[in-house]
């Protein structure tokens, strides 16, 4: 589709997460060149996405990756973004991820935890990321990584109380239906995360 109409802003939209998702994929193996080969490709889709449609706003929670997290690499890496066509900027990426949570289609929760994972190290904005922690536990109640971020949040906002009640609930949730039909590795992950959960309560 984007060979026969180049701008056509759906089949840029869907390539730009193909790329995007093997530029995770390249960096989660080590192969760090595919991954700047793939990440380059995915983020000139996403500018192709919105200059087509500029109410894309999913596009931006695509866009927030080349933007935020370039902006807090370290300032000698962050002076070579711009000859491999990158740019580091924390704000414009933080602006993009609370745009695509409030008005995309597709990536709102997906963004919701983004922010969760980035508010857990913000003190002044940890009372906004534990609001939407507790919206994720109530829509994806099976979600144990829910949960167990809520926990943190609660001991890191010095409710200790809380966050031991909610480990304790998750602990008995390991017995309901749902875990007990997950596969054995999964099983153990669960039980692990929960077994080993004093280590999030060691630091404020």
């Known amino acids: 589709m984007a060979k026969k109409d180049k701008e056509d802003w759906f089949a840029n939209f869907f390539l730009d997460g193909v790329y995007g998702w093997m530029a995770k994929y390249y960096l989660d193996a080590g192969a760090k060149w595919k991954t ?3 990440a380059r490709k995915a983020k000139g889709y996403f500018e192709k996405t919105l200059k087509f449609y500029p109410d ?3 596009a ?5 990756e080349y933007h935020y997290y370039a902006g807090t690499l370290p300032k000698l ?4 973004l711009p000859i491999l066509n ?14 695509a949570k409030d008005k995309g289609k597709y990536s709102k929760d997906f963004t919701a935890y983004e922010l969760v994972l980035i508010y ?4 002044e904005k940890r009372e906004d990321g534990l609001r939407m922690a507790l919206g994720l536990c109530e829509k994806y109640p099976q979600n144990f990584n829910f949960q167990l971020l809520c926990a943190q949040y609660y001991h890191y906002l010095g409710e200790d109380s809380l966050a031991r009640s ?19 590795d999964k ?9 080993n959960s004093q280590p999030l309560f060691e630091s404020k």
Do not use: H, P
């Not at 890496?77 to 070579?80: A, D, H, Q, T």
């Not at 909610?166 to 054995?184: G, M, P, V």
């Open 187 to 195: 099983k153990s992950r669960v039980s692990a995360l929960v077994g």
């Open 36 to 38: 700047f080969v793939n």
């Open 60 to 64: 931006y929670y695509g866009l927030r």
């Open 56 to 58: 894309c706003f999913d």
């Open 120 to 123: 857990l190290d913000k003190e």
């Open 166 to 184: 909610t480990i304790d609930r998750l602990e008995l949730k390991i017995q309901d239906k749902f875990y007990a039909e997950l596969s054995d």
């Open 77 to 80: 890496l962050r002076s070579f």
């Open 86 to 99: 990158f740019e580091g900027d924390t704000k414009r990426g933080m602006s993009e991820l609370n745009l």
